[in-house]
Structure formats: structure tokens, C-alpha cells
Nanobody
Framework: QVQLVESGGGLVQPGGSLRLSCAAS????????MGWYRQTPGKQRELVAR???????TYTNSMKGRCTISRDNAQNTVYLQMISLKPEDTAVYYC?????????WGKGTLVTVSS
């Protein structure tokens, strides 16, 4: 059974940093393109960062220069390091394949950027 478990969210002040983790089980994240997504109430879920199976990365314009997606193949885990966080980055963050598979969505991890 495939499971993606996100962690690492929390409350952070503007300008702060967070590192999100996504532990995958039931499939090999290293063999798939993986993405970090985020969603705020009333808005569609958006792709924030993507890492291909070969390791190439892409980022949404609003996060370029402020986040890095990476993975640890041995741990079957995908990470999202975020810096210089802004209040508009507040959202629930999810990981999934890229493009996403509907049955793979986890519960996400809430990131709140506020003073």
C-alpha cells in the first residue's frame, strides 16, 4: 500500500526557514518524478517544486531562490527546504508524484508564516 507522510511544518516568523520531509512507502520515490504541492482554502492545489527521476529540479516562480527540493533515495524520502518565508507561503504542503496520482495524497503538513 502506497503511503506518503509529510512532516516538518509549523509556525514560523516571516523570513524564517523550514525543512519539510515526505516519507514514502509502498513505492520507490527515487524512480519517480516527485513534487511538493501546497493548498490554501478556496484555492487549487499548486505545484511548488518538482524533482525528476534523474534529479533535475524545477520551481514555481514565487518560490524560485527560496526553496530547494531534494531526496534521499536510501531513506525513500523527499525534502523541501524553504527559506525567507513570507506570509503568503502559509498553506498545507503535500508531496506526491509529479504529475500527482489521486490515490497517493497524504494528509499534508501545515506551514504558517506569521509574526
Amino acid at each position: 500500500q502506497v503511503q506518503l507522510v509529510e512532516s516538518g511544518g509549523g509556525l514560523v516568523q516571516p523570513g524564517g526557514s523550514l525543512r519539510l520531509s515526505c516519507a514514502a512507502s509502498g513505492f520507490s520515490a527515487s524512480l519517480n518524478a516527485m513534487g511538493w504541492y501546497r493548498q490554501t482554502p478556496g484555492k487549487q492545489r499548486e505545484l511548488v517544486a518538482r524533482i525528476s527521476a534523474g534529479g533535475s529540479t524545477t520551481y514555481t516562480n514565487s518560490m524560485k531562490g527560496r526553496c530547494t527540493i531534494s531526496r534521499d533515495n536510501a531513506q525513500n524520502t523527499v525534502y523541501l527546504q524553504m527559506i525567507s518565508l513570507k506570509p503568503e507561503d502559509t498553506a498545507v504542503y503535500y508531496c506526491n508524484t509529479a504529475p500527482p496520482l489521486p490515490t497517493y495524497w497524504g494528509k499534508g503538513t501545515l506551514v504558517t508564516v506569521s509574526s
